[in-house]
T-cell receptor
Framework: DQQVKQNSPSLSVQEGRISILNCDYT??????FLWYKKYPAEGPTFLIS?????DKNEDGRFTVFLNKSAKHLSLHIVPSQPGDSAVYFC??????????????FGKGTLLTVNP | DAGITQSPRHKVTETGTPVTLRCHQT?????MYWYRQDPGHGLRLIHY???????DKGEVSDGYSVSRSKTEDFLLTLESATSSQTSVYFC??????????FGPGTRLTVL
């Protein structure tokens, strides 16, 4: 049972335009969400996060929106740059209790930004 | 960058042989994780550790074991490697909830 879903395996956009990556989740206990970016032959790196008490978080060109009622979050990249071409993973976490600091990841979306 | 190294970075082995992957951190983070990444599956948690000698299973733990005898080292062992364990393995560390820092990965091929 996939609790975090990224239904678009790939996305292609033109440089300078907006990239929108989507993520849906099914576990209503998730209350903290993260986006990671991964280049080939490297480990994933943290990009941006959002707590369920917010509906938007912005960091430079990157904005994450959270719609709790729809169990949906999206990552907006404006403007998109060729260096943004990478695989983007959505991840979610439940409230920690004791030793549970696990993340559940989606399958990832390959973003290609064309010059 | 968080101080995480993985060794080896690449390994080719044969079915049935034991394999141990090492994750070493210099950040003194309490939590350590092993993931595998496969096409069409994203990142899946194999095992994790919440302290020295404290470990637990993730969603794809069958065929894998782990050990953590020191804060800085987390070992992943494939007792008898199978071709289905061909994958890229990532170690991650964290000190706070949610934020995990990943190592560079180990590409393992089981022939």
């Amino acid at each position: 049972d996939q609790q975090v879903k990224q239904n678009s395996p790939s996305l292609s956009v033109q440089e300078g335009r907006i990239s929108i990556l989507n993520c849906d989740y099914t576990n209503s206990m998730f209350d903290y969400f993260l986006w990671y970016k991964k280049y080939p032959a490297e480990g994933p790196t943290f990009l941006i996060s959002i707590s369920s008490i917010k509906d938007k978080n912005e960091d430079g060109r990157f904005t994450v929106f959270l719609n709790k009622s729809a169990k949906h979050l999206s990552l907006h990249i404006v403007p998109s740059q060729p260096g943004d071409s990478a695989v983007y993973f959505c991840a979610a976490s439940t409230p920690s209790g004791g030793s549970n600091y696990k993340l559940t990841f989606g399958k990832g979306t390959l973003l290609t930004v064309n010059p | 960058d968080a101080g995480i190294t993985q060794s080896p970075r690449h390994k080719v082995t044969e079915t049935g042989t034991p394999v141990t992957l090492r994750c070493h951190q210099t950040e003194n983070h309490r939590y350590m994780y092993w993931y595998r990444q496969d096409p069409g599956h994203g990142l899946r948690l194999i095992h994790y550790s919440y302290g020295v000698k404290d470990t637990d299973k993730g969603e794809v733990s069958d065929g894998y074991s782990v050990s953590r005898s020191k804060t800085e080292d987390f070992l992943l062992t494939l007792e008898s490697a199978t071709s289905s364990q061909t994958s890229v393995y990532f170690c991650a560390i964290s000190e706070y909830r949610g934020m995990q820092y990943f190592g560079p990965g180990t590409r393992l091929t089981v022939l």
